[in-house]
């Protein structure tokens, strides 16, 4: 395929990758972070990428006549739904030249007609929603990015009678974390279906800092009620990125990376408590904004951050193929 070709882009369809096919789609995901502010591929797939993680994945890949990869994008089904979700990207100078389409046309082959696709588009770009409306797919769902300024005052907090916080211990607070984690997020489409690989993979990250995994644990019982997981986001992980100053190569911002409660726990205003205790934690570390992720159909957790100072920054949107009858005509 040659710049300015009118002929279709190739797609190649791939079960397993290559550790220098790896190395091209992750700096295809680099040029396009650089180029749009945001991450093209979500945590969740850079982390199968980089580490090459069990369970079933698609990979699509277009490349230009010398092997470098334009466009990609990943498809993994569900655990134990008719869904595969998909996220893809395109290197920002090869945009408009039908990678995107060809990607998720081939995306749409490659799941049964039955089965529903669920294409995230980060950021939420206009060409995307052009595209999905091109190809029949709808608006099914919105992430918003959240993000506070630490330099404002934040409200004091405290905790429930009988519970205290602590820091997480790796190896000995894993099963409990775990269990708490399903039960708070048992109807959220990815957070609730965690393994001990899936955390594994973070506690084994540079970032990971048990410090900032902060337990309300049960005085009494040592019971786990919940945790606010924070996340700091070093100069690499924000180069070329864009805030509220310009152009940033070094400005660390920390995240509301998980923050969860266990059901049985719920109207102690744990949720508030931890959330704050989070916060003060960034700021004692000399962080100076913070940001979070939030569906917006979860209306109590926008109303929470809303009323602590968060505004909206930036969204996500996943849009989906209906899924049809084997009698319903295509």
């Given at each position: 395929?040659?710049?300015?070709?009118?002929?279709?882009?190739?797609?190649?369809?791939?079960?397993?990758?290559?550790?220098?096919?790896?190395?091209?789609?992750?700096?295809?995901?680099?040029?396009?972070?650089?180029?749009?502010?945001?991450?093209?591929?979500?945590?969740?797939?850079?982390?199968?990428?980089?580490?090459?993680?069990?369970?079933?994945?698609?990979?699509?890949?277009?490349?230009?006549?010398?092997?470098?990869?334009?466009?990609?994008?990943?498809?993994?089904?569900?655990?134990?739904?008719?869904?595969?979700?998909?996220?893809?990207?395109?290197?920002?100078?090869?945009?408009?030249?039908?990678?995107?389409?060809?990607?998720?046309?081939?995306?749409?082959?490659?799941?049964?007609?039955?089965?529903?696709?669920?294409?995230?588009?980060?950021?939420?770009?206009?060409?995307?929603?052009?595209?999905?409306?091109?190809?029949?797919?709808?608006?099914?769902?919105?992430l918003w990015?959240?993000?506070?300024?630490?330099?404002?005052?934040?409200?004091?907090?405290e905790l429930?009678?009988?519970?205290?916080?602590?820091?997480?211990?790796?190896?000995?607070?894993?099963?409990?974390?775990?269990?708490?984690?399903?039960?708070?997020?048992?109807?959220?489409?990815?957070?609730?279906?965690?393994?001990?690989?899936?955390?594994?993979?973070?506690?084994?990250?540079?970032?990971?800092?048990?410090?900032?995994?902060?337990?309300?644990?049960?005085?009494?019982?040592?019971?786990?009620?919940?945790?606010?997981?924070?996340?700091?986001?070093?100069?690499?992980?924000?180069?070329?990125?864009?805030?509220?100053?310009?152009?940033?190569?070094?400005?660390?911002?920390?995240?509301?990376?998980?923050?969860?409660?266990?059901?049985?726990?719920?109207?102690?205003?744990?949720?508030r408590a931890?959330?704050?205790?989070?916060?003060?934690?960034?700021?004692?570390?000399?962080?100076?904004?913070?940001?979070?992720?939030?569906?917006?159909?979860?209306?109590?957790?926008?109303?929470?951050?809303?009323?602590?100072?968060?505004?909206?920054?930036?969204?996500?949107?996943?849009?989906?193929?209906?899924?049809?009858?084997?009698?319903?005509?295509?």
């Open positions: 395929m040659i710049r300015g070709q009118a002929a279709e882009p190739r797609v190649t369809r791939l079960e397993r990758l290559a550790p220098d096919e790896v190395e091209g789609i992750l700096a295809l995901a680099g040029a396009a972070s650089a180029a749009d502010g945001a991450d093209p591929l979500s945590e969740h797939v850079t982390l199968r990428l980089r580490h090459a993680g069990e369970g079933p994945a698609t990979h699509l890949v277009v490349r230009d006549p010398a092997g470098t990869v334009l466009g990609y994008a990943h498809l993994e089904p569900q655990d134990g739904a008719a869904e595969v979700s998909a996220e893809l990207v395109v290197h920002p100078m090869w945009r408009r030249h039908g990678l995107g389409r060809a990607l998720v046309s081939a995306a749409l082959e490659a799941v049964p007609g039955t089965g529903a696709l669920l294409v995230w588009a980060h950021s939420d770009h206009p060409s995307a929603a052009a595209l999905a409306l091109d190809l029949g797919l709808d608006r099914s769902r919105v990015q959240l993000r506070r300024s630490l330099r404002e005052p934040l409200p004091g907090f429930p009678a009988g519970i205290s916080l602590r820091a997480f211990r790796p190896g000995a607070d894993d099963d409990a974390w775990l269990a708490v984690n399903r039960r708070a997020f048992a109807s959220h489409p990815e957070q609730g279906r965690w393994t001990p690989a899936d955390l594994g993979l973070r506690l084994a990250e540079p970032w990971f800092d048990p410090a900032g995994f902060l337990l309300a644990v049960e005085e009494s019982s040592g019971r786990l009620l919940g945790f606010h997981w924070t996340k700091v986001h070093g100069p690499a992980e924000v180069r070329g990125r864009t805030d509220e100053h310009g152009p940033t190569g070094s400005a660390p911002i920390g995240e509301v990376y998980v923050l969860g409660v266990d059901p049985d726990a719920h109207r102690l205003g744990l949720g931890l959330t704050l205790a989070g916060l003060h934690h960034l700021r004692d570390r000399g962080l100076t904004r913070v940001m979070l992720y939030v569906d917006e159909s979860n209306t109590g957790a926008m109303a929470l951050y809303t009323r602590l100072g968060f505004a909206n920054w930036l969204r996500h949107v996943q849009y989906r193929r209906p899924t049809t009858s084997p009698d319903t005509p295509a």
